[in-house]
């Protein structure tokens, strides 16, 4: 298929774009005004000079593409429109967007994607704009949902920036209270792996795009230290600290999430195939 997908050049995006060429998929990829089109043109994708406030452009591209995947960071008006735009004109073709496993709040145990939802203020706008954008489905199109775990991997994501990053400098990494909460998480190139296959799930279709649910956020944080140089030393931090340290982001690292996966599993066939967060952080260690 022709494919094309805004968030290209992201940490996320660089990682779809190369699952979908590796598939044999001919991909175009938006990319802003003055930002390197190298970054795309190099894994394999055609550039598209332009942006997300560009509407007629994402109409236009949404004609010519066979597949979009919406994968771009903006703020929830431009998400909403650019969404709108892109599946004006893709008729029938499957409209990959991107939320999020936090918009299910505390979940209490394992739950899967029918779980009641109980969003953070970080997270809440998605809400209403993933019912919006689904609706498209009522009139023909086909919207598919992919809500990922926080990201890691490949020496970058959430827990790179938020955990190993400030204990290479404070010589230790926290976390929010005793620690206890589980943390959904998935690895970079699984979640790739997601969304290509996502380009042949049914219109309407949810996915939690999730790895491990067994791990806590004190695990998490003591092999982010260990890899960080910092031997594994940790900081609890208090809610209102945590809020200092991370800002709005610290209400999401708190929570407790247990997700399965086995919906994109027994519909998709997706399967976690990379390291879970603990190995990979060992893994960092060793080659740091």
Request: glycine share 10%.
């Given at each position: 298929m022709r494919v094309f997908i805004t968030g290209g050049s992201g940490y996320v995006g660089q990682a779809v774009v190369q699952a979908l060429v590796a598939e044999g998929h001919d991909v175009e990829a938006l990319v802003r005004e003055g930002a390197d089109a190298s970054v795309v043109s190099d894994i394999g994708a055609e550039p598209r000079r332009g942006h997300l406030g560009e509407l007629d452009l994402l109409r236009a591209a949404g004609d010519r593409a066979d597949a979009v995947i919406h994968l771009a960071p903006s703020d929830p008006d431009t998400d909403l429109a650019a969404s709108t735009a892109l599946q004006e004109r893709l008729g029938d073709g499957p409209f990959v967007f991107t939320g999020g496993a936090w918009v299910y709040g505390d979940t209490d145990g394992v739950v899967n994607e029918d779980a009641p939802l109980a969003p953070p203020p970080i997270v809440a706008w998605r809400v209403a704009n993933t019912r919006a954008i689904m609706s498209a489905a009522d009139q023909g199109g086909r919207p598919v949902l992919i809500m990922p775990g926080a990201v890691y991997g490949d020496n970058a994501g959430l827990i790179t920036a938020a955990m190993i990053e400030p204990a290479r400098s404070q010589g230790y990494a926290s976390y929010v209270a005793d620690g206890r909460n589980h943390m959904a998480l998935v690895h970079r190139r699984d979640l790739a792996r997601l969304y290509v296959l996502a380009l042949g799930a049914p219109a309407g279709s949810s996915y939690l795009g999730v790895g491990e649910s067994d791990v806590t956020m004190l695990h998490v944080a003591e092999a982010a230290s260990r890899a960080a140089g910092a031997g594994g030393a940790t900081r609890s931090l208090s809610l209102d600290e945590a809020q200092q340290v991370w800002g709005p982001l610290a209400d999401a690292l708190a929570l407790d999430q247990q997700f399965t996966a086995r919906h994109a599993r027994d519909e998709?066939?997706?399967?976690?195939?990379?390291?879970?967060?603990?190995?990979?952080?060992?893994?960092?260690?060793?080659t740091a």
């Open positions: 998709l066939g997706w399967v976690s195939r990379e390291a879970g967060i603990l190995e990979y952080l060992a893994d960092s260690a060793v």
